[in-house]
Every structure is written in structure tokens, then in C-alpha cells.
């Protein structure tokens, strides 16, 4: 069996270990292009195959802050990126409350960066057989690291998170120039204020080498 499925076997036995009569939240966190989509869904196709609970996919990418709240300390601000991205506020109004209370649904996300323009409100049905998998950056912050049922790091160098930037973000940004331009004097530095400012890493319940998409390893173990 390969490494990627065996630690994804791991963590759905971990889940099914803590899984009592109630919906769970797990987040996955990890810096930018960490590779948290590519492992969530992952775990969710191999949840679904083995018809283990009901899995679904929530990303933060749906919860970012408009424009204007984004840019307010300049477009390439790491401070603006770390403080500025996103609505946690929205995202404990829409899915971690309704979670914890046993509410009747969830909203998958309120805000589509890439349009600029609000999402219609996709509403997801709650029961004690959903497990949410909460993909993005910054989930370790101070405002969110405590409502994870069990929260996943994936860490990469810098160096891999640029290689990959490169690859995948240029569409998103027009050329190969504005990708490094934004992630070296934006997102490289604002990334480092959450490293240092909220330890990730600590706050993790397991940590996972994910500079090889194909070969993960675990580094602090659950």
C-alpha cells in the first residue's frame, strides 16, 4: 500500500476512534499550495468508498472577506493577508456553530474572491453521521484552533510552496512575474506571521510532511 494511503487510512481510523453520536470537525490546515484540497479530498473518497459516515468538504477559500476589507492595509500587505482574508466570524455563524449546537444545516461558504460577488447560500443538511472536513490556511488561529474536533498540519518548505505556486497560480494571476511577486512579498511573509504568531504546528493534534504529494510523512503523530 502507498505512504499517501496509508496515512489517509490513519486518519479515517483516528476519525472513527473519536467519532461518538454527533457530527465532527476536522480541520486541515497547512500553508498556502500545502496540498489541503488534494488530502481532503483524499480522505473523503476513501471514506465514501468504505461507506464510513458522511463526509463532506468545506473550504475557507468560500468565506474571504470582500475586496475592499482585503486590500484596506494595501494589496500586498502580508499583515492585510494574515488579518484581512477572511470572515471567521461567518465561518463560526455558518458552520461551526450550527455543528456544535446540532443545528438543522451548515452554509458551504458566502463569498467567491475570484468574482469578487456573494454566494448564493448553499445549505447542507446536519446529522450525527456528518464528519465536515475544513480545508484552508490559517485554521490554527486564535479564533478557530479550539473548535476542531482533530486538526491536521500538512507542512511544506517555502521553497515548495513557491515551486507549486508557480505552477498552479497563473492563471489566477496573469503570469509567471505576478505569482512570484505575490507570494514573496505577500504571502511568503504573511504565512510567517501565522507560523510565529500561532504555532500551527503545536496546535496540530498530527503534523504530516506534505512536501511530496506522493510520499507524505507524519511527523508528530496523534
Known sequence: MKTKVKIVRYIINIIKYIKENKPLLIGIDGIDTAGKTIF?????KYMLADNIFEPVIISIDKFHNPKQKRYRKGEFSPKGFFEDSFNYEAIKTNVINPVKNLDNHIVEGIYDFRTETELKKTRIDINRD???LFEGIF????ELYKF???SIFLKISFDTMLKRALTRDIELFGSLEAVRKKYEKKYIPGEKIYLNRCEPER????????N?????IIVEKY
Do not use: G, H, M, S
Not at 212 to 216: A, G, L, Q, S, V
Open 40 to 44: 481532503a479530498d483524499r480522505v473523503q
Open 130 to 132: 456528518i464528519v465536515l
Open 139 to 142: 485554521l490554527n488561529r486564535d
Open 148 to 150: 476542531w474536533d482533530f
Open 203 to 210: 496546535r496540530a493534534d498530527i503534523v504530516i510532511d506534505n
Open 212 to 216: 511530496d504529494y506522493e510520499n507524505p
